[in-house]
Nanobody, 126 residues
Framework: QVQLVESGGGLVQVGGSLRLSCAAS????????MSWFRQAPGKEREFVAA????????YYADSVKGRFTISRDNAKNTVFLQMTSLKPEDTAVYYC???????????????????WGQGTQVTVSS
């Protein structure tokens, strides 16, 4: 079992920045795929970014590419999402997820992940 706790959300103005953190406990997640998803009111949960296992490779949704950066600190069992140039459409609850068994072709699919945090709200005001 893995427990995930997100932090770092809040209210920010358009063009601002936030850094989200997701701390994992229960076991080491060094070899897991770690990802961020988000869900806006009335919309489905959507993929934001992923760090693929221990490869160092990262993947992003087109809507955040160039603005968001996913990183991980395996020594601290933590994954981060640095968000810059924030837009009103980035407003959502952000969730981190981890799973050791996600295959690359499913990395952008929420059902592929077994472990989820409780979410942290990000609100971008115009």
């Amino acid at each position: 079992q893995v427990q995930l706790v997100e932090s770092g959300g809040g209210l920010v103005q358009v063009g601002g920045s936030l850094r989200l953190s997701c701390a994992a406990s229960g076991r080491t997640i060094r070899s897991d795929t770690m990802s961020w998803f988000r869900q806006a009111p009335g919309k489905e949960r959507e993929f934001v970014a992923a760090s693929w296992r221990a490869s160092g490779y990262t993947y992003y949704a087109d809507s955040v590419k160039g603005r968001f950066t996913i990183s991980r600190d395996n020594a601290k069992n933590t994954v981060f999402l640095q968000m810059t140039s924030l837009k009103p459409e980035d407003t959502a609850v952000y969730y981190c997820s981890v799973d050791a068994r996600v295959i690359l072709s499913s990395i952008r699919e929420a059902p592929a992940y077994d472990y989820w945090g409780q979410g942290t709200q990000v609100t971008v005001s115009s």
